[in-house]
């Protein structure tokens, strides 16, 4: 039965997870066996693979597929590369299920053709896509774009920018440590009031891929939210502005596309609950009333370097 040879890396030959990587090739052949090593008096390995990990992180892998009497500048070439939450054993046999992948394309366990019927013709290394992996998932994001809020009622919004800045402390865990913050002014006056929002969170999200490119985000937050107030005495022409800080909780859902690039773009929806609503009043009067429930939303663009 034809052998395909596998040379791994001394300090990768005895590792736990190299009979999962000699199991996926085997299991991946059409026919013949994978080993890493031939037998005394054994069959001689018709094909030869040749492993190397190109970093100490085992993220990413070259691997030199060819018939043994072949010149290596004949043989062909795949370039693999993983990302942290793969778990090590998959990655070895992702390395397996490629090898069996090369040697059933250039059907390298078939008899070689004798080189006076079969001219050897120049070949040029070729590299395959990556195995298929999870989208990388950065440890840091900072995502920025304008927003459209309530206000002090639905028929009054405020326009405003928001900024969110994301740390993952751990790729296997889809949780992350988030910072966000936003401003705002109202796009008109109500009862002759002008308003400004701002608002300073502190809470985890965590996000998830629900389709190939696009993840759907969810967020908690603890924070601060503000109100800040002033009126104009057209006949005194004196303006005031008084400002109000209120404790509260937020809640916001965001889709990001596409999932796992650099640069995405981000669309969500936010709820503010403050600990209480506000009234507005000038001279003793009551003009207008912040209510303690906000709502808003958000566009723009997030970047994971």
């Known amino acids: 039965m034809p052998i395909v040879l596998v040379e791994l890396p001394a300090a990768d030959a ?11 090739c085997t299991s ?9 090593e031939e037998e005394p008096g054994g069959e001689s390995a018709t094909a030869v693979a040749i492993v190397a990990w190109l970093d100490a992180e085992h993220l ?3 691997i030199d597929v060819g018939r043994r009497a072949e010149q290596r500048g004949g043989w062909q070439v795949r370039e693999l590369t993983f990302h942290e939450q793969d778990a090590l054993v998959e990655r070895f046999r992702s390395v397996g299920l490629a090898i069996a992948g090369v040697v059933g394309e250039a059907t390298l366990l078939e008899p070689a053709q004798p080189a006076a019927h079969a001219p050897l013709a120049p070949r040029t290394a070729e590299r395959g896509p990556p195995v298929p992996a999870a989208e990388r998932v950065r440890a840091f994001r900072a995502a920025l774009g304008p927003a459209l809020e309530s206000g002090l009622s639905v028929q009054q919004p405020a326009l405003g920018a928001w900024l969110d800045l994301g740390w993952r402390p751990s790729a296997a865990v889809p949780l992350e440590f988030t910072v966000t913050g936003a401003h705002a002014l109202s796009l008109s006056e ?7 929002f701002s608002s ?7 996000t998830f891929r629900v389709a190939p490119q696009l993840g759907l985000r969810g967020s908690l937050f603890a924070g601060l939210g503000a109100l800040d107030a002033s009126a104009h005495d057209r006949a005194t022409g004196v303006r005031a502005s008084e400002a109000r800080w209120l404790f509260g909780g937020f809640g916001r859902v965001q889709a990001v596309w596409p999932w796992g690039h650099r640069v995405s773009g981000v669309l969500g929806l936010e709820i503010i609950r403050l600990s209480g609503a506000t009234e507005l009043a000038v001279h003793d009067q009551v003009r207008a009333l912040s209510p303690a429930f906000r709502a808003g939303i958000q566009a723009g663009l997030e970047w994971q370097p």
Do not use: E, K, Y
């Open 190 to 196: 109500s009862a002759g009031l002008a308003s400004r």
């Open 14 to 24: 005895s590792d736990v997870n190299a009979p999962a990587l000699i199991a996926a």
């Open 28 to 36: 991946g052949l059409r026919r013949g066996t994978c080993a890493t």
């Open 60 to 62: 990413h892998a070259r």
């Open 200 to 206: 300073l969170g502190l809470g985890l999200s965590a």
